[in-house]
């Protein structure tokens, strides 16, 4: 297809019906496209697709990240290396029929990009924008400012922010899209809401002295923020000399400094500020939320994943067989409880379980057995994450292998500059070599959303350790009760919604709002005495347990009762 003409006739197909605009810094389209780190480019992924699922309306707006995020490799010493993880956009897109410009550092940027269709399970389709200035018309300097993912300084990544926002805006205005909420995955896109002001700007005679020339709480209609960070620090903040040498006098610095932040531009200030609903992503981080922005009214809908992309073929197949239509309505799990009997529920397991086993066997030369049950990690590897809370009494850890044996599977990155979760990767890796002659331990290099689905579906238990209260939701553990496997996790995120102690899973520590001394003990007694002897001793009621995973967790915590709520409570208001 040639340049610029390709997506014309492809659009037709959205830009009759209002839709909703969603903006995220980090998408996971697939996982052969590596534009995405973590929860976030995950959760942002899993919308979509159920928006496609439910033909919700709705259009994605993302950067190109051509250059990716990394691929990981680990050296003999358990060191992170990070390749690159390039990809081409013609291969998997439509190029724009559009480019407009943005303002930097006093010049034009210019900004074009491609159309992902994403494909729902059933019939509906969704348009994804990936907006990209690798373009000859712009300067070498310009080109890869949306390469990389979470790559570059702080002026790389204001520059990131301004095409985004400012960028897709104007780009989904060029397109003929018309836009009836914007909804911010985050605070790394709330620029989209200067520019909309620029749009609804009060005529300059009817503006008084000391009066805002901009119609604020009209703009705040159009547009809806979702936080996900429950530390201060966590929010991308950025100097005002930055800003002014940046985006110059895109709009003056008395409304920034209301809208943003005194002393900073703080996007999270200025989402809430530009925003008329703001969400949580689960009712303690919005309690969290509300305690860190006293003053704004902060709603809770707590994440969900999406049914069919996190279900293993095995489990595919028996809801397909005994609940028909799960995947539109996974409200229909609740059933599995009486409906799927133990027997078909334990093969099914198996079956993930051998795969699992398989892939740990080519990718880490290493022969676990299906007999024993394994105990799961698998996430972005950094510090608040504890990965390392297991090993935090290895006596006792190898006592209790003594008794009852299990055995380990780690996964995660950290991010290049993470130095302290570079570490933990390292020690875990130590940990392989330390425990070796009593635990099999396997590492799997590369954690993707492929490796994600083999190891929530393969292991017996799912393990979640963060340090509270900085798990906003935390979604992995959703995935692995859609394959039937109990979490056993710090009640933290969706966890405390989740969690109904030994139904659907085990809670680690207590339930206060933060950290405790106690909970490399309270693993310890859980495992102990009351996680492993069932599966040894009891293997009904342990099924029992795989079951209420199924009906009491994922039947809720799915993408598909989020959007649903979005579009209820949010879109539509
Ligand atoms: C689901 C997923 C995550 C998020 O995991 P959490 O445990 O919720 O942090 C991160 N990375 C990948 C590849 C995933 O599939």
Redesign the pocket.
Known sequence: MKPFEGSTKLLDEFIHEERIAYFSMEI?LTNEIPT?S??LG?LAGDTVRSAADLEIPLVGVSLASRAGYFHQEIDDLGRQMEQPATWDPADWAVPLSAKIAVPLEGRLVWVGGWLYILPGHMNGRQPVILLDTDLDDNQDEDRPITHYLYGGDETYRLKQEIVLGIGGIRMLQALGFEIRQHHMNEGHSALLALELLHRHAYPSEDVRPGESPFNIPYVRELCSFTTHTPLQAGHDQFSYDLVQRVLGDYISFDTLKQLAGESHLNMSQLALNLSEYINGVAKRHAEVSRKMYPGYRIHAVTNG?HPFTWTSNSFVELYDAYLEGWCHEPELLVRAECCIPDESIWKAHCQAKQKLIEKIGTDCRLTLDPEVPILGF???MTAY?RPDLLFGDLSRLESIARQWPFQLVFS?KAHPRDNEGKKLIQSIHSHIRQLAHIIPIAFLPD???E???KMVAGVDVWL?TPLRPQ?A?????M?AAFNGVPNLSVLDGWWIEGCIEGITGWSIGDNSESASEGDVQSLYDKLENTVLPLYYRDRRGWIQVMKGAISKNASFFNSHRMMRRYVCETYIR
């Open positions: 996971a995405y973590g929860g995950i994943v698998g996430r972005r994450k995660g954690y993707d959303m490796i994600a689905l979640n798990e939701s935390g979604t992995s553990g995935k």
